[in-house]
């Protein structure tokens, strides 16, 4: 199978001056120690903290994640939680099923790039660093030395939402949202410059992400450039919507055809990605 794959991405990868984005369906590639667990979707892991809300707000709950009203769902279920038990179900969620880097977060690696931004909770893509030898660091968004990273030669993942290894400082509702933008303004205002300055593939990503939206809004404002973003995306989306996304976001959807079901062909364009990223830079 072949991809049409701009050769302006190509040339932007290979010489480190594109980020890569990566966003819940790349680790929905990946599978658990018993071969089939899958990480969650967002509406599927606000599906379990239904269990861990109060009673009286579970139905409403249940009828915001029916409505696709994500962040409304979480900041109603998580108004009156148990922490500790907000932290039981995200270590069984993420951490029990002992998920494995996919062929996905292979091909990123070999890919290259300088930097990584995930809003994803698991540490795919630093045990994917991890077994391929490279030179990482991961920067969780209430952490400060990202921008010593950024300097350096080492690889950077940050994690816009935070991370399993740290539920507390999960990024899940929309005050979590305000909160973080508030307590950790350095790690934000560097996402907000590596995203004005960078070339930024999105893979795994739908773009729903509000906070994201608001970033490429501001970038595209501030700074219109006539070098697009990129966005992996399966075939099916509404061509209205893509063409809102190009004229809002001055971004660039690159289609696949998801006949198999299963997203496989994401991994046979990332394959091929790696490919010719390898073959521009040597």
């Known amino acids: 199978m072949t991809f049409n794959i701009p050769p302006t991405l190509v040339t932007e990868l290979a010489s480190q001056r594109c980020l890569i984005f990566a966003g819940s369906g790349l680790s929905r590639q990946s599978v658990g120690e018993d071969g089939t667990t899958r990480p969650p979707t967002w509406p599927e892991l606000l599906a379990q903290l239904l269990t861990i809300a109060a009673p009286d707000d579970q139905p ?7 409505e696709n009203r994500l962040l409304d769902a979480a900041e109603v279920m998580l108004s009156n939680h148990n922490p500790a038990e907000f ?44 077994a391929s030898a490279v030179d990482h660091a991961a920067c969780r968004q209430y952490e400060e030395h990202a921008v010593n990273v950024v300097r350096s030669d080492q690889r950077l993942v940050l994690k816009a939402h935070g991370c399993v ?38 893979v795994g990503y739908g773009l729903q992400d509000p906070d994201i939206q608001l970033v490429l809004e501001n970038a595209h404002i501030r700074s219109p450039s006539d070098h697009p973003h990129y966005v992996l995306m399966a075939n099916g989306t509404d061509p209205a919507i893509l063409q809102a996304m190009t004229k809002s976001y001055n971004i660039r959807p690159l289609m696949y055809d998801n006949t198999s079901g299963t997203h496989a062909e994401c991994q046979l364009f990332l394959d091929e990605l790696a490919k010719a990223v390898e073959s521009e830079r040597a």
């Not at 409403?60 to 029916?66: M, V």
């Not at 990123?108 to 991890?130: G, H, M, S």
């Open 165 to 202: 290894t740290n539920p507390r400082n999960i990024v899940l509702s929309r005050s979590d949202y305000f909160k973080a933008r508030r307590s950790n303004q350095q790690f934000y205002a560097l996402l907000d410059a590596l995203f004005l300055v960078h070339t930024i593939f999105f």
């Open 87 to 130: 932290h039981r179900i995200i270590g069984k969620v993420f951490k029990t099923p002992r998920f494995q880097p996919s062929h996905c977060h292979s091909a990123i690696v070999r890919i290259d790039p300088k930097i990584v931004v995930t809003t994803n909770y698991d540490t795919l893509l630093e045990q994917a660093y991890t």
């Open 60 to 66: 409403r709950g249940t009828s915001l994640i029916g």
